[in-house]
């Protein structure tokens, strides 16, 4: 299998770690951007990773994931017991849609973190362009901080916030991670798997982030080698209810992720193009709407729909928080149009912005 992306993308990491827990051999290669117009022939959408599977192409961490546990049964990450399997799925989604900025603002935002990622990214994938390198690295900063930085919602006003929603993610975690080696059990779940993507290509290598990790959550820090090391168990086991020690992370979900996802869906209802929120009291203006992020909402909402009535009641219980509700009550519409036919992670994918970039 051969994975398409970047060594520092936030997505690839996500995905190597998985495949390195499961045993599936790849190869990982820069992603082609000189072939832009192949990737989105193949699937759709011209982002990080992509997978050539032997010719079959897929892209969407979530759904390659899903498919991939279809075919490689062995070491499942999905917990077996319905409500922790919903509960991995908003870990996961958090990990996937909420981090993002924080871990983007981290990298674009401080001198030594940006100065090493764009270094990185000028040599892994401009070189197909014919201008001198210090052009092409120019080139590289100003795309990141303006669509990353600047135009979601990252200022003066609300880069404190952004701060504190990266120490909020390790203090959940660690609270998680004092009692058990990994958040759900003794191997790892799609939700490791999804806190994987902020906390190992971004927050656990960019200079700035990596130390306030070291330094204030180590548990974390230890965690994300385990997670790269990708043991496998002789006797796997998971738990088999959601323990108490995951409340302060699944209130951070709720008032975080849940509150964009609620804001971003009204406005793609109303057909806008950018929103303002308010999260936990700090204002975020012009934040570009995402029709991928209201199709996040609609799986989650449909992975509740299949729980019996008693399991809903447990998740209920375990989500006492207003915001929480946008995931049973349909009364802010999510619909995306997006994967009607069930066909990801093959064909026609969607980036998470618009055309790529915010
Ligand atoms: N939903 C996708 C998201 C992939 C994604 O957005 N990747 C980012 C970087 S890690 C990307 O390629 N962005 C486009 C760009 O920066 O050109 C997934 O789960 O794989």
């Known amino acids: 299998m051969i994975v398409y992306g970047s060594r520092i993308s936030y997505y690839t990491g996500k995905l190597e770690a998985y495949l390195r827990y499961k045993n599936i051999a790849y190869t990982l290669l820069p992603t082609p951007y000189g072939d832009a117009q192949m990737l989105k ?36 990450v999905l917990p077996g017991d319905p409500v922790v399997d919903f509960i991995s799925h908003l870990i996961e989604d958090y990990g996937d849609e909420w981090l993002w900025r924080s871990a983007m603002y981290y990298r674009w935002w401080y001198d030594y973190d940006r100065l ?75 939700a490791d798997f999804g806190m994987m993507g902020p906390m190992f290509r971004h927050y656990g290598q960019d200079p700035t982030p990596q130390e306030i990790m070291r330094n204030t959550a180590p548990a974390v820090f230890e965690w994300v080698a385990r997670m790269w090391h990708g043991q496998n168990q002789d006797q796997p086991k998971f738990v088999t209810q959601i323990p108490s020690d995951a409340a302060p992370l699944l209130k951070e979900i709720c008032e975080t992720h849940l509150v964009q996802l609620t804001a971003n869906a009204e406005a793609f ?21 995402s029709r991928y992020r209201v199709w996040c909402l609609e799986e989650l909402r449909h992975r509740f729909d299949l729980l019996s009535a008693d399991q809903q009641k447990t998740v209920k219980a375990l989500l006492p928080f207003g915001n929480a509700e946008v995931l049973w009550d349909a009364q802010v519409l999510a619909q995306s149009d997006y994967n009607r036919d069930n066909h990801l992670p093959f064909g026609r994918a969607m980036n998470v912005f618009n055309g790529g970039l915010p």
């Open 41 to 76: 022939e193949k699937v759709g959408a011209v982002q990080m990773p992509i997978v050539d599977d032997d010719g079959k192409w897929m892209s969407d961490t979530t759904p390659i994931i899903m498919h991939l546990e279809d075919e490689h049964p062995d070491n499942p």
């Open 269 to 289: 209802a109303r057909d806008e193009e950018r929103f303002d929120m308010t999260v936990q009291g700090c204002d975020y203006q012009d934040i570009a709407v």
């Open 116 to 190: 090493l990622a764009s270094n990185v990214l000028t040599d892994e994938v401009t070189g197909h362009l014919k201008l001198p390198r210090w052009m092409r690295l120019k080139m590289i900063v100003r795309r990141q901080v303006r669509h990353y930085v600047k135009r979601d919602g990252v200022t003066e006003e609300t880069r404190k916030h952004i701060e504190q929603t990266y120490h909020n993610a390790l203090a959940g975690m660690t609270a998680m991670l004092e009692n058990r080696p990994f958040l759900l059990g003794n191997v790892p779940s799609l």
